[in-house]
């Protein structure tokens, strides 16, 4: 039997926060449960975002809660040549389109069709509006353009397979087991960004089979991505992981804590006198599904 292969995959635009460290925990715990490996990947795609300072940070981060990973870390911004080779394996089968729509277009694009018919338009599960949009008109003032799937085709060329996915964990309705796909929920999505030559969505499949993860452990918001993932994992002839989607962290308010909305980061716990076990016992309470205090 092969050694399961699991990571953990931040992205440096910012310090870890207890959310990451219950996704951390969660990782590690479930890869010692079968005597599996875990990589560390940093996912580094937007250049305007990650910080080297970051990077390191994670890593400090890590060994203060005492994680440790096998073989050398995996930078995404080292293998933009594999997410090429990804996309050109797509548009090879006129899979990928360019599209030049601004956000101001597609929500134009929007309105207008909601006025005319009296009807919301359809979301993705990111809540986006869901492309193609019909009269959606390219902007001519835009010389740089994305990458999108083109949905309709992609589900052609799969003969009307029936895609699922192994759920360990449970997504936010408590799905679980073998979970079908919906992909078609996320319309064409990006596959590539105009500044960013890939998109998380790409990225993540590449990596995920480039470095033989068998079993992926990640937050809820994730779950329905999932599906997306599992297309193009079949389009791209890569093994599809087991999936474990564990529940977010949420603070007093009811927020999901996030790096963008400054959460306390586990740096600042430790500035407070907080130790390795004050966070492992902040993390089992979490996990249990305690709430958050404001303290932290």
Same mark, same amino acid.
């Given at each position: 039997m092969t050694t399961p292969v699991f990571r953990f995959a931040p992205s440096p635009t910012g310090f870890l926060h207890l959310g990451h460290a219950l996704s951390a925990v969660s990782v590690w715990r479930a890869a010692e449960a079968v005597g599996g490996r875990v990589l560390l990947r940093i996912e580094d795609i937007d250049p *305007?975002?990650?910080r080297p300072e970051h990077v390191a940070a994670i890593e400090e981060d890590l060994a203060w809660l005492g994680l440790r990973w096998d073989g050398e870390v995996r930078r995404q911004s080292n293998h933009m040549d594999d997410y090429a080779r990804a996309l050109m394996s797509l548009g090879d089968r006129s899979l990928v389109y360019p599209s030049r729509l601004t956000r101001a277009d597609i929500s134009e694009a929007v309105a207008r069709i909601e006025e005319a018919e009296g009807r919301p338009w359809p979301r993705d599960p990111d809540g986006a509006a869901r492309l193609p949009i019909p009269g959606a008109r390219e902007n001519e003032a835009e010389t740089r353009h994305a990458l999108r799937l083109d949905m309709a085709k992609a589900l052609r060329a799969i003969g009307g397979e029936r895609l699922v996915w192994r759920e360990e964990g449970a997504g936010p309705d408590g799905e679980t087991g073998d979970v079908? +796909?919906?992909?078609? &929920?996320? @319309?064409?999505?990006i596959l590539a960004r105009k500044e960013t030559p890939t998109s998380?969505? %790409? +990225?993540? /499949? /590449?990596d995920d089979a480039a470095q033989g993860v068998t079993h992926v452990v990640r937050g809820q918001d994730m779950f329905h991505a999932t599906s997306a993932h599992r297309l193009l994992q079949r389009l791209l002839g890569l093994p599809a992981p087991v999936y474990r989607h564990h529940r977010l962290v949420s603070d007093a308010e009811g927020q999901k804590l996030a790096k963008s909305r400054g959460s306390t980061s586990l740096r600042d716990l430790r500035v407070a006198g907080w130790d #390795?076990?004050? /966070? %492992? #016992?902040?993390?089992? *309470? &979490? &996990?249990? @599904?305690?709430? &958050?205090k404001s303290s932290a």
């Open positions: *305007a975002r990650s079908a +796909a919906r992909p078609d &929920l996320w @319309g064409d999505v998380y969505h %790409l +990225a993540v /499949v /590449v #390795r076990n004050d /966070v %492992l #016992r902040a993390v089992d *309470a &979490l &996990l249990k @599904g305690d709430v &958050l």
